[in-house]
């Protein structure tokens, strides 16, 4: 497994439309990629750097994660992601050493990536994703 | 002012040398630099990705920022901070846009770069950092 750097930070949003616009003015960035992932109950709007990306996340059902996130924590970081070289095994590598996984199998995620999340219990208190870009 | 990229991603932690443990194994690096800021009550170790780092933050006193920051959320991530090619440039541009930043003049960070924060809120409850590298 190879860590290839930060791929994007997700961050949890009450509203899609008004926490864009300090992205928009900060990255000076008026064109994000917005897609629903219904996998994960959740709408996004990426706005890319060029090194490492901005992901904002909207719920779009009442039992989304970001829901139980904003109650609990406010807007806020969300998660952080890196891009690995091989997902597979980058899971088998952290299993191998006790670190606890939320997903055992990589699922699809936000730009067709390959994608596992860490549990924050193994992090120190991160959600943290690794993703691997799909090959075009 | 220009956004190069995601500079870090600070993380509040209770103990560097116990929380260093996961991030050497997922990145892969054993030699993070360790800097005490005093300015801001805090020590540091940062683990380059060559994507963006990663900067574990942990109090050098009981009344650091961070922490009223584990008091109030628990460890996780405190703030996240983006290159700035100009530092002084971009605080004229974000006051001029009524954007709230806690310094009206930059001060000097971690590895020596000039930063300033952005108030969260006005980013949406995010804690942004903008540093601008120094000229070695």
């Known amino acids: 497994m190879k ?54 996340l909207e719920a779009t059902s009442l039992d989304s994660p970001i829901v139980k996130f904003i109650e609990k924590r406010g807007q806020g970081v969300h998660h952080i992601c890196f891009q690995v070289d091989d997902i597979k095994q980058a899971i088998e590598e952290l299993i191998k050493v006790g670190i606890e996984l939320i997903d055992k199998t990589p699922r699809v995620g936000a730009e067709g990536y390959l994608i596992v999340f860490i549990h924050p219990s193994s992090t120190g208190g991160v959600l943290v994703e690794l993703a691997e870009k799909p090959v075009n």
């Open 3 to 56: 860590i290839l750097g930060i791929e994007h930070i997700g961050i949890a949003v009450n509203n899609l439309e008004i926490n864009a616009q300090f992205w928009q003015l900060l990255l000076n960035n008026n064109d994000p990629i917005t897609e629903e992932i219904k996998d994960q109950k959740v709408a996004t709007e990426i706005f890319d750097t060029g090194m490492g990306k901005i992901e904002l």
